[in-house]
Structure formats: C-alpha cells, structure tokens
C-alpha cells in the first residue's frame, strides 16, 4: 500500500462510539446502562475503562465488541475488516474444560480454518508469548485463576487480534497475581501491534494504563469532568 494511504488506514478508528446508548427492559424498569458515549479507539491505543460496579463498564465493552446492538446511537468499526479482527478475554473462567491448554488456544484458529499444520505451532508461539508454555498439555481444572487468565489471554493472541478487549480481566485475581495478567495483556499488545481497552473497578490496575475514562451511572465522563 501506498504510504500515506497507509498512514490515513492507520489513523482510522479501530471502533467509534457515536452517542451510542443501551437500555435495558422496558418502560418504568428499564435501566439505562450506557448513556449516549462517544468514544474512539485507535491504533496503539491502551485505555482504562474505571467505574464502580454498575456503572456501565460491561455494557460499553460489549457496544466496542459489537456482543450488544445500541439501542440508539451507532457504533461502527472504520479501521478492522471483521469481528475476528477483535480478540476477547472475559473476567470469569472461559476456557472449555474438556480441552487441554494448546487445545483451548488453537481452537479460534481451527474455527478460523487456519491450516492444521499451523494451527499447533501458531498456539505454542501465543502460550509461549504470555509465559505458559509449560502448561500446554495441562486441563482448565489444573490450571490456577493466573494461569487460566494468562491461557485466556494467549487465545486471543494466537489470532494476531488489531483490537483486544478485557473486560474485568483480574477481576477474580489477588492483586499481584492480577497485576502480571495485565503485564501480559500489555505485552502481548505491544508484540502484536493491538490497540487495548481494559474495563476494571480496580485503580491500580487501570493506573498501568495511559489513558484512563471514568464511568458513572451510565455515563462516559469527559476527561475535563473526571478532573474536575
Ligand atoms: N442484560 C441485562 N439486563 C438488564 N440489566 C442489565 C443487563 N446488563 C447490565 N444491566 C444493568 O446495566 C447496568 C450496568 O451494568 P454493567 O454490567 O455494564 O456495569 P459494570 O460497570 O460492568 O458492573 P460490574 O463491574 O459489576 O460488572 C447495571 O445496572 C446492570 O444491572
């Protein structure tokens, strides 16, 4: 590609938030959870969705991942060609149990109808990059909360995501067990050249990124709020 259309792709949003809002139910319990953001996220970025509980962070990794329809408001993805362009890791266990660990991280590549002869070394390369080689051959029930989330993580790796999104990824971690998982989230973007979004109630986790927006009841503060 040419470079300066190469540089204009590069600029591009990976994902844009336009007044992007989501309800749920109806009528007198209906709970707005997200109201209308507008919110971008581009390559090289890594940014920290902080909030309380209930305040919406969830709801507006799953508007970026494109698992919720706004209910008013657009979200649109300029910059990705697909939605295997984005890679997701969840807070809780999400590994199959029924599969090993090199199973588990090769299987978005074998639904990808990746190759097989590359289906195997591609994962090894992805658990090798987040420090769980060694644990190729282990079943999710050997595995601690870490490990697992540090198997999660190299899943989304094997698939050479642009965008990933975490959502609560130490959620269910002690701190400095949660604290490596972020390491080898940050890593694992930085080696793959993935912008990343971060959802978490935790400040010392969201203090490792540079970019921080806070939410509140629903609403995507501006920056000059969150300062003020
Ligand atoms: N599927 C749903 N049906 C009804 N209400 C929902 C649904 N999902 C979320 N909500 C409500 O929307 C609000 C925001 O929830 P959300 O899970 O996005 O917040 P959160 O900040 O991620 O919280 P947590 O940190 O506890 O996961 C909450 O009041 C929640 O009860």
């Not at 336009?18 to 209308?36: K, N, P, Q, S, Y």
């Not at 074998?110 to 097989?116: N, S």
């Not at 990059?129 to 993580?153: F, Y």
């Given at each position: 590609?040419?470079?300066?259309?190469q540089?204009?792709?590069?600029?591009?949003?990976?994902?844009?938030?336009?007044?992007?809002?989501?309800?749920?139910?109806?009528?007198?319990?209906?709970?707005?959870?997200?109201?209308?953001?507008?919110?971008?996220?581009?390559?090289?970025?890594?940014?920290?969705?902080?909030?309380?509980?209930?305040?919406?962070?969830?709801?507006?990794?799953?508007?970026l991942?494109?698992?919720?329809?706004?209910?008013?408001?657009?979200?649109?993805?300029?910059?990705?060609?697909?939605?295997?362009?984005?890679?997701?890791?969840?807070?809780?266990?999400s590994?199959?149990?029924?599969?090993n660990?090199?199973?588990?991280?090769?299987?978005?590549?074998?639904?990808?109808?990746?190759?097989?002869?590359?289906?195997?070394?591609?994962?090894?390369?992805?658990?090798?990059?987040?420090?769980?080689?060694?644990l190729?051959?282990?079943?999710p029930?050997?595995?601690?909360?870490?490990?697992?989330?540090?198997?999660?993580?190299?899943?989304?790796?094997?698939?050479?995501p642009?965008?990933?999104?975490?959502?609560?990824?130490?959620?269910q971690?002690?701190?400095?067990?949660?604290?490596?998982?972020?390491?080898v989230?940050?890593?694992?973007?930085?080696?793959?050249?993935?912008?990343?979004?971060?959802?978490?109630?935790?400040?010392?986790?969201?203090?490792?990124?540079?970019?921080?927006?806070?939410?509140?009841?629903?609403?995507?503060?501006?920056?000059?709020?969150?300062?003020?």
């Amino acid at each position: 590609m040419n470079g300066s259309l190469q540089q204009g792709a590069d600029k591009a949003a990976l994902v844009e938030c336009r007044d992007a809002a989501r309800t749920f139910g109806r009528g007198e319990t209906a709970v707005v959870a997200v109201h209308g953001a507008t919110f971008r996220v581009r390559t090289g970025d890594r940014i920290a969705i902080t909030g309380p509980s209930g305040s919406g962070k969830s709801t507006l990794l799953h508007l970026l991942a494109g698992l919720e329809l706004p209910t008013s408001g657009a979200v649109s993805w300029p910059a990705l060609a697909g939605p295997r362009e984005i890679g997701l890791v969840f807070q809780g266990p999400s590994l199959i149990p029924a599969l090993n660990v090199v199973e588990n991280t090769a299987l978005p590549l074998v639904l990808a109808g990746v190759p097989e002869e590359r289906v195997r070394l591609t994962a090894l390369a992805a658990l090798a990059m987040v420090g769980a080689a060694d644990l190729a051959d282990r079943l999710p029930e050997e595995l601690s909360g870490g490990q697992s989330q540090r198997v999660a993580v190299a899943r989304v790796v094997a698939i050479a995501p642009r965008l990933i999104l975490a959502d609560e990824p130490t959620g269910q971690l002690d701190r400095a067990i949660g604290q490596r998982v972020l390491d080898v989230l940050v890593t694992a973007a930085d080696e793959t050249g993935a912008a990343l979004v971060v959802t978490t109630h935790d400040p010392s986790v969201a203090e490792r990124l540079p970019v921080r927006r806070a939410m509140h009841d629903g609403r995507l503060l501006d920056p000059a709020e969150e300062r003020s």
